[in-house]
């Protein structure tokens, strides 16, 4: 079983700074990507940033120039660098790893999300 615990969420001025953490634990032979999606209330979930094993991060467009992903790979860990936040930023944040198992099968796990709300 792989687990995915997810912190740093809460309120912040529009223009203000937050980093979210998520840690992957359990039994898996390795981790292909990690990424962070947002979903706010009436809209469909989107993803917001994306990190493979040996590729550079991507971005969409509405966060490119504020927001930075990053992996730690002796924690199994990833953290979105939140910054220059604006109201709509305002979402649960969710983190999904994609896990190799020892059987070399591929499979998707999600954190329990936070939130994130950006409001003065």
């Known amino acids: 079983q792989v687990q995915l615990v997810e912190s740093g969420g809460g309120l912040v001025q529009p223009g203000g700074s937050l980093r979210l953490s998520c840690a992957a634990s359990g039994s898996f032979f390795s981790i292909n990507a990690m990424s962070w999606y947002r979903q706010a209330p009436g809209k469909e979930r989107e993803l917001v940033a994306t990190?493979?094993?040996?590729?550079?991060?991507n971005y969409a467009d509405s966060v490119k120039g504020r927001f930075t992903i990053s992996r730690d790979n002796a924690k199994n860990t990833v953290y979105l660098q939140m910054n220059s936040l604006k109201p709509e930023d305002t979402a649960v944040y969710y983190c999904?790893?994609?896990?190799?198992?020892?059987?070399?099968?591929?499979?998707?796990?999600w954190g329990q999300g936070t939130q994130v709300t950006v409001s003065s």
């Open positions: 999904n790893v994609v896990i190799r198992a020892v059987s070399r099968s591929v499979y998707p796990y």
């Open positions: 990190v493979t094993g040996d590729g550079g991060p």
